[in-house]
C-alpha cells in the first residue's frame, strides 16, 4: 500500500479493516463503513451492492440544508451512478471524516496552543496541525457552511477510485485496458460493451484503486438556467419523499422497547439551583415512573411526555438564584460599553481611525437578543445498559456530544455509542448538547431507555440565544460623499470564546463567561469589515459583560454585522443626496462579483432608485466568497411591516446542486425577515419574556413575499449558500422602510420602539 498526500482516505474498507489518512504519517482508524450481505465497500464513502444500489455515508447533520443529497450528488457524479439507485445513510463518529477546514477556523475556540499558526499555514505543509487535530478529535461537526470545502474532494476521491475499481473489474472480463473503461447511469462501459455495477460490485471490491485516483476533468457543477426555479431538477432531494409522506425520522421519532419519556424544568438564568419541590403532592400523578433531580434542573418520567409534564406542575420546583438575568441590566451594560468601555482593535485597513477626527457622520445601531425558533426542540433518546450509553441525538458536534455524555456519567469516551439522527431545522442550536448529558442522567437513574423532548418554554428558557449587541459607526466624508475613513465599535461580549469554551471545554455557561469576560473576540465582529473600497477603516470590539449566555445563530455576526455597514451606507447616501444604487457601486469596483450582484438585483426587482416613497431598499453583503445583493419592497401599515417582495441575486462560484442553492437562499431571506420582525426576547429574574413561537412575530406563510432569486454563472470555488440570505434582508427591509416612511429604523426587531 502506497500512502499519497493527496488521497486522504486509501485502502483496505472493503475487507473491513483499517482505513489510512495522512497527515506528516500515516493514520489509521477503524473501518467505519459495515458492508452487508452482498455489499462491498470502498473507502470511507461509499458502498456498492450487489443489486447496484450506491451507498453513500454522510457525516454531516441533516438540518434541511440538503447535504444528504449534496454529498451523494458529487459522488454519484464522479462515480458515473444512476441517480434512482443512490442511497444515504449518516457515517459513524470517526476519524476518517475529517472537517479541516471548520477545524482551521475554530482554531481560537478550542484553545490550541498553536492557533496562531493557522494566520500563517504557508509555514506549515497544507494544513497538517488542523487535520492532526481533527482527525484525532474525530471532529466531523457540521457549521459555518464548510461542508463542501471539507468533503466534496474526498468523495470525489472515493467515487474515482471506486469508478476504477470498477473499470478494472469489467476489463479483465472484456480483456482490455481498464483506463479505456468509462463509467455512466451505473454501467461501465467500452464501445458498445456494457456492464453494471450490480455485476461488478463484489469483483471490484479485490482491486486496488489506483494512486491517485483518477479524477473527471471537470467537478461537479449544475448551470443557471434562465428558466429560474422552473428549471428541471436533475438530482432531486433524496430526503423528500419519505419527508413528505411522514416516514422520515427525527430524533424524537425514536422507538425503544420499555422506553419512558422525560419532560425537564431548568432554573432561570443564569447560575440557579434547585432548592426544593413538592415531591409528595406529585406521587399521585399518572403514569409518573421516576423524579429525577439535577443540580440546576428536575425531571420527571413518565410513560408520557403529557404525563411526565403535568407532573411536573405537581412538584413544583423552586430555585435559588445568582445574579438573574435583566434585560434593562442588559442594555444598561451594552450603553456603558459602547460609549466608554476599551476597546480591542479587531481589524485596520490603511490608517485606521488616526486621521478620523470629529467625525462627520455618526449613528448609534441595537440588536436584541434572538431565539432559534426551531420547530423541533432539543430531542433526544438515551439507552444506558451495562456500562455502556447509547445516545439518539440530533447534534451538529456529535463527538462533543459523546464525550460531555461520557463525563456527566464519568466512564470512558468508548462506552458511548451515538447514533446520529437528522434534525428539524437548527440554526446552529444543535451545536449545544445540553439534553444529551441531561437524558443520560436520567436514563441512567430510571435504569430503562429514556426519551426527553423539551418543552417549548424550555427551549426558550435554556438555550442560548443570539447575543444582544450595541454599535457605533462613524465616517469621515467628502462633500461628494466620499468615505475617507470609517470606523465601527461594536460593544458585546466574546460570545463565540464562550460558545467555544462549553463545546470543547464543556464549561458552564457563568464559568464561560468568567472566562471570556473582556477577551477580543474577531468572529464576534466578523463581516463589519465593508467590503467597500474605503481606505482607512477601522473595527472595534468593546468585550461587554451582559450576564446572559449567548451561542450561535444562522447568519451569526454576519446577522448584524450587515445590518450596521449597510444601514450606515444608507444613511450617508442619503445624507449627501445621493442614489444608493450608484453609491455604492463607485465603492466597488475592487470587487466587480458583488457589482454585478447588485446590478442583476437591480434588474430583477426593476429599481426606480429608492426615493419618491418608493419602498424600496437594498443591500448587499460579503461572506468568504459568497456575495449578495437584495432588494426590498416594503409597506408600514395599521397591521405592522408588510414585505412585499424580495429580490436577490447570488454569486456563490461552482454551483453543485441549484435547486438546492436556491432552497437555501430563500430560506435565509425568510429567516432573516424572521430577525428583522421579529425573534427576539426581554429577560425579567431570569425568565425570557417570549416563550412560545407565536410570541416571537415569526413571519407565517401569509407574512412571506414574493421571492425572486437570480444566480449568477460563476467560475469560483463553490461558497456556502446558506448565510447569505440571513444577512441582508433586515438592512434591504430597513433601508425600504425609509424610502416609503422617511423613518430611519436602527434597532432589531424593527419597529421594537413602536416607531
Same mark, same amino acid.
Given at each position: 500500500?502506497?500512502?499519497?498526500?493527496?488521497?486522504?482516505?486509501?485502502?483496505?474498507?472493503?475487507?473491513?479493516?483499517?482505513?489510512?489518512?495522512?497527515?506528516? *504519517?500515516?493514520?489509521?482508524?477503524?473501518?467505519?463503513?459495515?458492508?452487508?450481505?452482498?455489499?462491498?465497500?470502498?473507502?470511507?464513502?461509499?458502498?456498492?451492492?450487489?443489486?447496484?444500489?450506491?451507498?453513500? *455515508?454522510?457525516?454531516?447533520?441533516?438540518? =434541511?440544508?440538503?447535504?444528504?443529497?449534496?454529498?451523494?450528488?458529487?459522488?454519484?457524479?464522479?462515480?458515473?451512478?444512476?441517480?434512482?439507485?443512490?442511497?444515504?445513510?449518516?457515517?459513524?463518529?470517526? =476519524?476518517?471524516?475529517?472537517? #479541516?477546514?471548520?477545524?482551521?477556523?475554530?482554531?481560537?475556540?478550542?484553545?490550541?496552543?498553536?492557533?496562531?499558526?493557522?494566520?500563517?499555514?504557508?509555514?506549515?505543509?497544507?494544513?497538517?496541525?488542523?487535520?492532526?487535530?481533527?482527525?484525532? *478529535?474525530?471532529?466531523?461537526?457540521?457549521?459555518? =457552511?464548510?461542508?463542501?470545502?471539507?468533503? +466534496?474532494?474526498?468523495?470525489?476521491?472515493?467515487?474515482?477510485?471506486?469508478?476504477?475499481? %470498477?473499470?478494472?473489474?469489467?476489463?479483465?472480463?472484456?480483456?482490455?485496458?481498464?483506463?479505456?473503461?468509462?463509467?455512466?447511469?451505473?454501467?461501465?462501459?467500452?464501445?458498445?460493451?456494457?456492464?453494471?455495477?450490480?455485476?461488478?460490485?463484489?469483483?471490484?471490491?479485490? $482491486?486496488?484503486?489506483?494512486?491517485?485516483?483518477?479524477?473527471?476533468?471537470?467537478?461537479?457543477?449544475?448551470?443557471?438556467?434562465?428558466?429560474?426555479?422552473?428549471?428541471?431538477?436533475?438530482?432531486?432531494?433524496?430526503?423528500?419523499?419519505?419527508?413528505?409522506?411522514?416516514? $422520515?425520522?427525527?430524533? !424524537?421519532?425514536?422507538?425503544?422497547?420499555?422506553?419512558? $419519556?422525560? &419532560?425537564?424544568?431548568?432554573?432561570?438564568?443564569?447560575?440557579?439551583?434547585?432548592?426544593?419541590?413538592?415531591?409528595?403532592?406529585?406521587?399521585?400523578?399518572?403514569?409518573?415512573?421516576?423524579?429525577?433531580?439535577?443540580?440546576?434542573? @428536575?425531571?420527571?418520567?413518565?410513560?408520557?411526555?403529557?404525563?411526565?409534564?403535568?407532573?411536573?406542575?405537581?412538584?413544583?420546583?423552586?430555585?435559588?438564584?445568582?445574579? &438573574? #438575568?435583566?434585560?434593562?441590566?442588559?442594555?444598561?451594560?451594552?450603553?456603558?460599553?459602547?460609549?466608554?468601555?476599551?476597546?480591542?482593535?479587531?481589524?485596520?485597513?490603511?490608517?485606521?481611525?488616526?486621521?478620523? !477626527?470629529?467625525?462627520?457622520?455618526?449613528?448609534? $445601531?441595537?440588536?436584541?437578543?434572538?431565539?432559534?425558533?426551531?420547530?423541533?426542540?432539543?430531542?433526544?433518546?438515551?439507552?444506558?445498559?451495562?456500562?455502556?450509553?447509547?445516545?439518539?441525538?440530533?447534534?451538529?458536534?456529535?463527538?462533543?456530544?459523546?464525550?460531555?455524555?461520557?463525563?456527566?456519567?464519568?466512564?470512558?469516551?468508548?462506552?458511548? #455509542?451515538?447514533?446520529?439522527?437528522?434534525?428539524?431545522?437548527?440554526?446552529?442550536?444543535?451545536?449545544?448538547?445540553?439534553?444529551?448529558?441531561?437524558?443520560?442522567? @436520567?436514563?441512567?437513574?430510571?435504569?430503562?431507555?429514556?426519551?426527553?423532548?423539551?418543552?417549548?418554554?424550555?427551549?426558550?428558557?435554556?438555550?442560548?440565544?443570539?447575543?444582544?449587541?450595541?454599535?457605533?459607526?462613524?465616517?469621515?466624508?467628502? +462633500?461628494?460623499?466620499?468615505?475617507?475613513?470609517?470606523?465601527?465599535?461594536?460593544?458585546?461580549?466574546?460570545?463565540?470564546?464562550?460558545?467555544?469554551?462549553?463545546?470543547?471545554?464543556?464549561?458552564?455557561?457563568?464559568?464561560?463567561?468568567?472566562?471570556? *469576560?473582556?477577551?477580543?473576540?474577531?468572529?464576534?465582529? +466578523?463581516?463589519?469589515?465593508?467590503?467597500?473600497?474605503?481606505?482607512?477603516?477601522?473595527?472595534?470590539?468593546?468585550?461587554?459583560?451582559?450576564?446572559?449566555?449567548?451561542?450561535?445563530?444562522?447568519?451569526?455576526?454576519?446577522?448584524?454585522?450587515?445590518?450596521?455597514?449597510?444601514?450606515?451606507?444608507?444613511?450617508?447616501?442619503?445624507?449627501?443626496?445621493?442614489?444608493?444604487?450608484?453609491?455604492?457601486?463607485?465603492?466597488?469596483?475592487?470587487?466587480?462579483?458583488?457589482?454585478?450582484?447588485?446590478?442583476?438585483?437591480?434588474?430583477?426587482?426593476?429599481?426606480?432608485?429608492?426615493?419618491?416613497?418608493?419602498?424600496?431598499?437594498?443591500?448587499?453583503?460579503?461572506?468568504?466568497?459568497?456575495?449578495?445583493?437584495?432588494?426590498?419592497?416594503?409597506?408600514?401599515?395599521? =397591521?405592522?411591516?408588510?414585505?412585499?417582495?424580495?429580490? &436577490?441575486?447570488?454569486?456563490?462560484?461552482?454551483?453543485?446542486?441549484?435547486? @438546492?442553492?436556491?432552497?437555501?437562499?430563500? !430560506?435565509?431571506?425568510?429567516?432573516?425577515?424572521?430577525? &428583522?420582525?421579529?425573534?427576539?426576547?426581554?429577560?425579567?429574574?431570569?425568565?425570557?419574556?417570549?416563550?412560545?413561537?407565536?410570541?416571537?412575530?415569526?413571519?407565517?406563510?401569509?407574512?412571506?413575499?414574493?421571492? +425572486?432569486?437570480?444566480?449568477?454563472?460563476?467560475?469560483?470555488?463553490?461558497?456556502?449558500?446558506?448565510?447569505?440570505?440571513?444577512?441582508?434582508?433586515?438592512?434591504?427591509?430597513?433601508?425600504?422602510?425609509?424610502?416609503?416612511?422617511?423613518?430611519?429604523?436602527?434597532?432589531?426587531?424593527? %419597529?421594537?420602539?413602536?416607531?
Amino acid at each position: 500500500m502506497h500512502v499519497t498526500r493527496r488521497g486522504m482516505l486509501i485502502g483496505g474498507a472493503a475487507g473491513g479493516g483499517l482505513i489510512v489518512a495522512w497527515t506528516l *504519517a500515516p493514520r489509521s482508524f477503524p473501518a467505519p463503513l459495515s458492508a452487508g450481505k452482498g455489499e462491498a465497500a470502498f473507502d470511507a464513502w461509499l458502498k456498492i451492492a450487489s443489486d447496484g444500489v450506491v451507498t453513500v *455515508a454522510v457525516p454531516q447533520l441533516e438540518m =434541511g440544508q440538503g447535504i444528504t443529497t449534496l454529498l451523494p450528488q458529487i459522488v454519484a457524479m464522479e462515480l458515473g451512478a444512476d441517480w434512482r439507485q443512490v442511497a444515504v445513510e449518516p457515517a459513524p463518529v470517526s =476519524g476518517a471524516y475529517p472537517n #479541516v477546514p471548520l477545524a482551521e477556523r475554530w482554531a481560537p475556540l478550542r484553545r490550541s496552543p498553536f492557533a496562531f499558526l493557522a494566520d500563517d499555514p504557508g509555514e506549515w505543509p497544507d494544513d497538517w496541525l488542523a487535520r492532526r487535530w481533527a482527525e484525532d *478529535a474525530r471532529f466531523t461537526a457540521t457549521a459555518d =457552511g464548510t461542508s463542501l470545502a471539507a468533503y +466534496e474532494l474526498p468523495c470525489r476521491n472515493a467515487a474515482a477510485g471506486a469508478r476504477a475499481m %470498477l473499470a478494472m473489474a469489467a476489463a479483465e472480463r472484456w480483456g482490455v485496458p481498464w483506463e479505456e473503461c468509462d463509467a455512466q447511469e451505473g454501467f461501465v462501459v467500452h464501445g458498445r460493451r456494457r456492464l453494471s455495477f450490480a455485476e461488478l460490485a463484489l469483483d471490484a471490491a479485490g $482491486y486496488a484503486p489506483p494512486d491517485p485516483p483518477p479524477l473527471r476533468p471537470m467537478p461537479p457543477a449544475e448551470a443557471p438556467s434562465e428558466m429560474g426555479a422552473e428549471a428541471p431538477i436533475f438530482f432531486p432531494r433524496l430526503d423528500l419523499p419519505s419527508k413528505v409522506d411522514g416516514s $422520515y425520522l427525527f430524533a !424524537g421519532d425514536v422507538r425503544l422497547p420499555d422506553m419512558a $419519556y422525560a &419532560a425537564i424544568r431548568h432554573g432561570p438564568l443564569d447560575e440557579a439551583r434547585l432548592a426544593g419541590f413538592d415531591k409528595q403532592h406529585a406521587a399521585a400523578s399518572p403514569g409518573l415512573l421516576n423524579v429525577v433531580r439535577g443540580k440546576r434542573w @428536575i425531571a420527571a418520567v413518565a410513560t408520557s411526555w403529557w404525563a411526565a409534564e403535568r407532573a411536573l406542575d405537581r412538584l413544583r420546583p423552586r430555585f435559588a438564584l445568582t445574579g &438573574a #438575568v435583566d434585560s434593562l441590566r442588559i442594555e444598561e451594560a451594552l450603553e456603558q460599553a459602547v460609549t466608554k468601555g476599551e476597546a480591542e482593535r479587531i481589524a485596520t485597513r490603511g490608517a485606521g481611525d488616526e486621521e478620523m !477626527g470629529k467625525p462627520s457622520f455618526q449613528a448609534r $445601531y441595537d440588536v436584541a437578543a434572538a431565539l432559534h425558533a426551531t420547530i423541533e426542540t432539543a430531542s433526544v433518546t438515551a439507552r444506558f445498559q451495562g456500562g455502556t450509553l447509547e445516545l439518539w441525538l440530533a447534534s451538529q458536534a456529535p463527538e462533543q456530544a459523546r464525550r460531555a455524555a461520557a463525563e456527566a456519567l464519568r466512564i470512558p469516551e468508548r462506552n458511548v #455509542v451515538l447514533y446520529p439522527m437528522p434534525a428539524g431545522g437548527s440554526f446552529d442550536r444543535r451545536l449545544e448538547h445540553d439534553h444529551a448529558i441531561e437524558a443520560a442522567l @436520567i436514563a441512567r437513574e430510571a435504569k430503562r431507555p429514556v426519551q426527553l423532548v423539551w418543552s417549548r418554554w424550555q427551549e426558550a428558557l435554556a438555550g442560548r440565544p443570539r447575543t444582544p449587541v450595541a454599535a457605533i459607526l462613524s465616517a469621515k466624508t467628502a +462633500e461628494s460623499g466620499h468615505i475617507a475613513a470609517w470606523r465601527a465599535r461594536l460593544a458585546l461580549p466574546a460570545t463565540a470564546q464562550e460558545f467555544g469554551r462549553r463545546l470543547f471545554g464543556n464549561m458552564t455557561n457563568w464559568a464561560a463567561m468568567e472566562a471570556s *469576560a473582556g477577551e477580543a473576540d474577531p468572529l464576534a465582529v +466578523e463581516g463589519a469589515d465593508p467590503p467597500y473600497a474605503i481606505e482607512n477603516v477601522a473595527i472595534d470590539h468593546v468585550p461587554a459583560r451582559i450576564g446572559l449566555p449567548t451561542g450561535r445563530l444562522r447568519g451569526n455576526a454576519h446577522g448584524y454585522t450587515c445590518f450596521f455597514t449597510e444601514s450606515f451606507i444608507d444613511e450617508l447616501a442619503a445624507e449627501h443626496r445621493r442614489e444608493p444604487l450608484s453609491y455604492r457601486m463607485e465603492m466597488l469596483g475592487h470587487d466587480l462579483r458583488l457589482a454585478q450582484c447588485l446590478q442583476r438585483a437591480a434588474h430583477l426587482a426593476q429599481w426606480g432608485g429608492g426615493g419618491n416613497q418608493s419602498g424600496q431598499g437594498l443591500a448587499c453583503h460579503r461572506i468568504g466568497e459568497g456575495r449578495i445583493a437584495a432588494i426590498a419592497t416594503a409597506s408600514q401599515g395599521e =397591521g405592522g411591516v408588510k414585505v412585499e417582495k424580495l429580490s &436577490a441575486a447570488v454569486d456563490i462560484g461552482r454551483i453543485v446542486n441549484i435547486d @438546492i442553492a436556491r432552497q437555501q437562499i430563500e !430560506g435565509g431571506l425568510v429567516f432573516g425577515i424572521g430577525l &428583522a420582525l421579529g425573534c427576539a426576547t426581554d429577560y425579567d429574574r431570569g425568565l425570557p419574556a417570549a416563550g412560545r413561537l407565536a410570541a416571537l412575530d415569526l413571519p407565517s406563510l401569509a407574512d412571506c413575499p414574493t421571492i +425572486e432569486v437570480d444566480f449568477i454563472a460563476s467560475e469560483a470555488e463553490p461558497a456556502d449558500p446558506g448565510e447569505l440570505g440571513v444577512a441582508v434582508a433586515a438592512p434591504a427591509i430597513a433601508n425600504a422602510l425609509f424610502s416609503a416612511t422617511g423613518l430611519r429604523l436602527r434597532r432589531l426587531p424593527l %419597529l421594537s420602539d413602536g416607531v
